[in-house]
Structure formats: structure tokens, C-alpha cells
Nanobody, 117 residues
Framework: QVQLVESGGGLVQAGGSLRLSCAASGNIFRINAMGWYRQAPGKQRELVASITSGGTTNYADGVKGRFTISRDGAKNTVDLQMTSLKAEDTAAYYC???????????WGQGTQVTVST
């Protein structure tokens, strides 16, 4: 059983910063990648940022230069530092984990980020 526990969401004013953290635990034998997705009301879930076990990162165009993803391989954690937040960043943010030979996906329960103007 794999669990993802997220923390760090909340309410922030436009232009502010937040840091999201996610810790993975359980029977994790090989992490291929970890990342963050988000889903705003009425919209599909979308990739925000991801990082592979080798450290390769990928960002959505709308967050490049504002968000930074990082991970601690020893602790199985992934963080998302978000700066210069905009109203359009408001969404539920979900931690994502891809593991194993068959690329199995796991999701956190989500943490709400609300950016006020």
C-alpha cells in the first residue's frame, strides 16, 4: 500500500508564495517520477510540474519561471515552491507518484490553493 500525504496549501494574495510538500510512504520499490497536478472547478486535471528519479524536470508553460519542483530521494518527498501566484493558479493541487516497472500511478487526496486578488 502506497500513501501520499500533502501539506502546504492555503489562501494567499496574488503575488505571494506558497510551498507544497508531499511525502510518499509504503511499499515503494522504484520511483520513476513524482509531481504535482492541479484541477480547477469545471476544468480537467493538468500537469503543473514533474521530476524524474534522475532529476529531469518538466513544467507547464504557465508556471515556468514561477514554480520550482524539487525532491528528496532518500525521504521520498517532493516539494513545489510557488511564487508570484496569480488568481488563475487557484485549484486543488494533487501529488502524483509513478513507480515500478509497469509505471503504476498513485495520487494524493489534494490540497487547496486559493489566490485572492
Amino acid at each position: 500500500q502506497v500513501q501520499l500525504v500533502e501539506s502546504g496549501g492555503g489562501l494567499v494574495q496574488a503575488g505571494g508564495s506558497l510551498r507544497l510538500s508531499c511525502a510518499a510512504s509504503g511499499n515503494i520499490f522504484r520511483i520513476n517520477a513524482m509531481g504535482w497536478y492541479r484541477q480547477a472547478p469545471g476544468k480537467q486535471r493538468e500537469l503543473v510540474a514533474s521530476i524524474t528519479s534522475g532529476g529531469t524536470t518538466n513544467y507547464a508553460d504557465g508556471v515556468k519561471g514561477r514554480f520550482t519542483i524539487s525532491r528528496d530521494g532518500a525521504k521520498n518527498t517532493v516539494d513545489l515552491q510557488m511564487t508570484s501566484l496569480k488568481a488563475e493558479d487557484t485549484a486543488a493541487y494533487y501529488c502524483h507518484l509513478n513507480v515500478g516497472r509497469y509505471s503504476r500511478d498513485y495520487w494524493g487526496q489534494g490540497t487547496q490553493v486559493t489566490v485572492s486578488t
